[in-house]
C-alpha cells in the first residue's frame, strides 16, 4: 500500500525510501539529524499557524432549503443521469457532513455523481442552548421527512433512497420505519443498531454515562467532551503518531494537505441537542432498545420489522466508532427479502473518505443502487 | 459518588455527610421574629456553599480514583517501553525502534484501560461528580439572578421546553391538515 493509499483514520506509517546503494548512502552525522529535525518541527509549526480556512466540501453544489437546523444541499451533475431514484444522504450529528465530500480524490458524494446518481445530502447546524430540547421525533419526523418532501416535489418522483453514515444511518433506519412509503432503498453505512454487542471504547464509556444529569446540568453535549470520548480512540498511534508523521513528512505536499483536511474535519465538533443526547446515550447505549424495537419517537414506536424495503448494510472490519457486530445485526431484524450486508477490511472513515473507499467500496454500492434505481 | 462510599478524601460517607451538615447546623440563626428574613438568606446560601465544599471533595476523591487508573495504565507502558524496545540507543533506526515501541506499549495500555469496565465505572462517576460541581455552582447563580429579579437558567429552561413542545404540536397539526386537505382534494 503506497501512502497515498492509507486510510485517513489509520496511522500514516512512513515509507522507507529506496535502498540506495551503500557506497552512495552517506549517513547524516547527528548534528545534521537534530538540524533537519529542527528545519521541520519549525515548517510543520508555521504550517499549522497558517493553515487557516482549508477548503473542503468543493464539489459544486446549490443550497435546497435552509432552516435553523439544517442546509438541505443539491449536488450538480457531473455526467447523464443513469438513476432515476435520487439519493438523499444522511449525515450524522457528529461532526461535520464535508467528510462525505473532503477532497476531490476522495469524495463520496462526487463518486456517485460519477456514476450517474442525483444527489443531495443533509447538513445539520450545530444547535444552539435554544435547541436542547430538540429530540430524535424531530430530526426524523421533522428535518429528515421535510428534505424528503422537498426531493421527491423537485423530482419528481414518489420514492427516494435513504442513505445514512453512523449517527444518520441509524436516524434514516428509524425514518424508514415509520415513511416506509416514501423509502425505494434504504442504504446504511456504519448504523449504531445492537449496542449491546458494541466493542468499542465509546459504548463503553457510554454504559456508566449519567445522560439525564448531564442533560439537565448542562444542556447540549458539548464539544469539550466528545473530545474526552475521542482521544480515548487509539490515543496514542493515531492521537500522538500522528503528529510525529506529519513532522516526518513535511516536505511532502499531498501528505500534509491530506493531514490539515482530516485534522479540521476531526476538530470540528458542533454540539449534540441534549434530548438526542439522552436518548441516544439512555434508550441507545444503555437499555438497547432500538434493536428491541421498543425504541420511541414521540408517541410512535419504532419497529424495524416493518422495514420491507432493499436494505444495504455497509461496515467496516476495523471500525473502532461503531463495531461491525453492532451494525450488522440490522439485517436479521427487518422483514426485507432484498438485503445484503457488505463489510470491508478498513475503519469507520476509512470507509467513505479514502482511496480504499473511491476503489473497493463506491464501485459495489454504486452497483447495488443502480439495479434498484430505476 | 466514590466508590462505596469509602474513598471520600478517607472518610465513610456517612462521616462525610456529618462534617458538612455539623457546618449547617452551625450557621443556622432563628427562622422566626425579627431576624427571620435575613437568617432565611444566610441559611440558604450557607447552605449552597457546604454543599458545594461537599461535591468538590467528592470529585477529587472521583479524581483521585481516576489518576490511579491512569497512572496505572502508565507505569506498565513505561515497563513495556523499556522491555520493547532497544536497550541502547545510537543510531537513528535504534530511535525510530525505540519510538514505535513507545508507541505500541502506551497503545496496548490505555486501549485496554479505556475499554475495562473499571474505568468506565470511575470515568461515570468523575463526570457524575464533575456535573455536581457544576450543578453547585448555578444553583448559587440562580439565587444571584432572582436577588436581581432577573430570568434564571431554569425558567429560560422551562420555557425552552414549552416551544419544543409548541413546535411538535404546530407540526403534528399541519401534518394532519395537509392529508386531510390531500384526502379532500382526492375525493372531489
Known amino acids: ?374 | 459518588m466514590a466508590e462505596n462510599n469509602k474513598d471520600l478524601l478517607g472518610l465513610t460517607q456517612e462521616q462525610m455527610d456529618k462534617m458538612f451538615s455539623f457546618w449547617t447546623d452551625v450557621m443556622k440563626l432563628p427562622t422566626i421574629g425579627p431576624m427571620y428574613a435575613f437568617s432565611k438568606d444566610v441559611s440558604s446560601y450557607a447552605n449552597d456553599f457546604v454543599t458545594l465544599g461537599k461535591v468538590m471533595a467528592e470529585l477529587k476523591a472521583n479524581m483521585d480514583g481516576y489518576w490511579l487508573l491512569v497512572n496505572t495504565a502508565y507505569t506498565r507502558a513505561i515497563k513495556e517501553t523499556m522491555e520493547r524496545a532497544p536497550k541502547q540507543l545510537t543510531s537513528r533506526d535504534d530511535f525510530e525502534n525505540y519510538r514505535r515501541a513507545a508507541i505500541e506499549a502506551f497503545e496496548d495500555a490505555f486501549t485496554e484501560l479505556f475499554a475495562s469496565p473499571e474505568f468506565s465505572g470511575v470515568y461515570g462517576r468523575l463526570f457524575s461528580s464533575q456535573l455536581d460541581v457544576s450543578k453547585a455552582v448555578q444553583d448559587i447563580a440562580e439565587k444571584n439572578f432572582k436577588a436581581l429579579n432577573l430570568p434564571t437558567r431554569s425558567e429560560v429552561d422551562d420555557i425552552l421546553k414549552d416551544v419544543a413542545e409548541l413546535k411538535r404540536g404546530v407540526r403534528d397539526l399541519k401534518r394532519s391538515l395537509e392529508i386531510k386537505y390531500d384526502q379532500a382534494r382526492a375525493a372531489t
Not at chain 1, 194 to 200: N, R, S
Not at chain 1, 248 to 264: A, T
Not at chain 1, 286 to 306: A, M, T, W, Y
Open chain 1, 1 to 374: 500500500m503506497t501512502k497515498q493509499e492509507l486510510r485517513p483514520d489509520q496511522t500514516q506509517e512512513v515509507q522507507p525510501p529506496a535502498e540506495q546503494p551503500k557506497e552512495a548512502k552517506k549517513e547524516p552525522t547527528v548534528a545534521e539529524e537534530v538540524k533537519e529535525t529542527y528545519r521541520k518541527l519549525e515548517k510543520a509549526k508555521n504550517i499549522l499557524h497558517a493553515a487557516g480556512d482549508i477548503e473542503v466540501g468543493q464539489t459544486p453544489h446549490e443550497v435546497l432549503e435552509e432552516t435553523r437546523a439544517y442546509r438541505l444541499l443539491h449536488y450538480q451533475q457531473m455526467v447523464a443521469k443513469t438513476a432515476k431514484t435520487p439519493i438523499l444522504v444522511v449525515y450524522a450529528l457528529i461532526n461535520r457532513s464535508y467528510v462525505l465530500d473532503l477532497q476531490s480524490d476522495k469524495s463520496w458524494v462526487r463518486s456517485l455523481l460519477s456514476q450517474g446518481f442525483d444527489v443531495y445530502l443533509i447538513d445539520w447546524k450545530p444547535p444552539t442552548a435554544a435547541d436542547k430540547y430538540v429530540s430524535f421525533d424531530d430530526y426524523v419526523n421533522c428535518y429528515i421527512d421535510d428534505c424528503v418532501n422537498t426531493v421527491l416535489k423537485k423530482t419528481k418522483v414518489d420514492k427516494l433512497t435513504l442513505h445514512g453514515y453512523c449517527m444518520g444511518a441509524t436516524m434514516s433506519t428509524m425514518y424508514t420505519t415509520l415513511h416506509q412509503e416514501k423509502v425505494r432503498n434504504l442504504a446504511v453505512i456504519a448504523p449504531v443498531v445492537d449496542t449491546e454487542k458494541d466493542t468499542t471504547v465509546i459504548g463503553n464509556l457510554a454504559k456508566n454515562m449519567d445522560v439525564n444529569k448531564m442533560v439537565n446540568i448542562i444542556g447540549n453535549l458539548p464539544a469539550e467532551q466528545l473530545y474526552a470520548c475521542y482521544s480515548a480512540l487509539k490515543p496514542f498511534k493515531q492521537g500522538v503518531n500522528k503528529y510525529f508523521n506529519l513532522v516526518q513528512n513535511i516536505d511532502n505536499d499531498q501528505f500534509v494537505g491530506n493531514f490539515l483536511r482530516i485534522e479540521k474535519w476531526l476538530y470540528d465538533t458542533p454540539p449534540i441537542a441534549g434530548e438526542t443526547f439522552r436518548q441516544w446515550i439512555g434508550d441507545i447505549y444503555q437499555k438497547n432498545l432500538f434493536v428491541k424495537n421498543e425504541l420511541k419517537l414521540g408517541s410512535e414506536l419504532i419497529d424495524l420489522s416493518r422495514i420491507k424495503v432493499p436494505l444495504l448494510n455497509i461496515v467496516a472490519d476495523e471500525d473502532h466508532l461503531v463495531s461491525p457486530q453492532c451494525s450488522a445485526p440490522l439485517n436479521d431484524v427487518v422483514s426485507s427479502t432484498d438485503k445484503r450486508l457488505m463489510r470491508f477490511h478498513t475503519g469507520h472513515v476509512g470507509l467513505i473518505a479514502s482511496l480504499y473507499s473511491q476503489n473497493n467500496v463506491l464501485p459495489k454500492v454504486g452497483q447495488w443502487l443502480k439495479a434498484r434505481s430505476q
